[in-house]
T-cell receptor
Framework: DAEITQSPRHKITETGRQVTLACHQT?????MFWYRQDLGHGLRLIHY???????NKGEVSDGYSVSRSNTEDLPLTLESAASSQTSVYFC????????????FGEGSRLTVL | GDSVTQMEGPVTLSEEAFLTINCTYT??????LFWYVQYPGEGLQLLLK?????DKGSNKGFEATYRKETTSFHLEKGSVQVSDSAVYFC???????????FGQGTTLQVKP
């Protein structure tokens, strides 16, 4: 079955370190998204991509970057982790903007000490 | 910009009670509207959707009607079960950018 997987599921790191969260989907979806989920804020969009070599900033993109070198993967990189980036991160994908429905991964819990 | 506002939780109900979770939106144009559900320890999954005014989305006993005149998309269920305990998110899809914008989420706790 096609799916979307995130790794690692849990990570603890230290302030200032670089961290990369992986997201891989096997649906051949064009659109991919990264959200963070924090209590009281719901889901906030970090970055998104509508196809290979396309990346766009969301509402909370500072301190994060993404790259889209193929259809299947959209890794999220924290260049220099900060405690404010402690959160649960969700990757999602969909075929295209017309379908609307997003398919979510199970999340990656990141703790920055 | 576009936004979604949900009633704050947590909402605590007894089994078989009637559920309403309010959701209102602000958008230019005519967005598609969604309800997603998140069970503990899992990612979000689509519960139901509506793509135009007066459409009713339904799934697993849940319903929501797209009301353009009140810019609302309230989630209802006639008789909740303990297994419905989860976080519910209302969302809209911006037709011009394709981005999904989520509300804050409402936690539902159903007690036996």
């Amino acid at each position: 079955d096609a799916e979307i997987t995130q790794s690692p599921r849990h990570k603890i790191t230290e302030t200032g370190r670089q961290v990369t969260l992986a997201c891989h989907q096997t649906w051949n979806h064009n659109n991919m998204f990264w959200y963070r989920q924090d209590l009281g804020h719901g889901l906030r969009l970090i970055h998104y991509s509508y196809g290979v070599q396309d990346t766009n900033k969301g509402e909370v993109s500072d301190g994060y970057s993404v790259s889209r070198s193929n259809t299947e993967d959209l890794p999220l990189t924290l260049e220099s982790a900060a405690s404010s980036q402690t959160s649960v991160y969700f990757c999602a994908s969909r075929k295209d903007s017309r379908t609307g429905e997003l398919f979510f991964g199970e999340g990656s819990r990141l703790t920055v000490l | 910009g576009d936004s979604v506002t949900q009633m704050e939780g947590p909402v605590t109900l007894s089994e078989e009670a009637f559920l309403t979770i309010n959701c209102t939106y602000t958008a230019t144009g005519y967005p598609s509207l969604f309800w997603y559900v998140q069970y503990p320890g899992e990612g979000l999954q689509l519960l139901l959707k509506a793509t135009k005014a007066d459409d009713k989305g339904s799934n697993k006993g849940f319903e929501a009607t797209y009301r353009k005149e009140t810019t609302s998309f309230h989630l209802e269920k006639g008789s909740v079960q303990v297994s419905d305990s989860a976080v519910y998110f209302c969302a809209l899809s911006d037709r011009s950018t394709g981005k999904l914008i989520f509300g804050q989420g409402t936690t539902l706790q159903v007690k036996p």
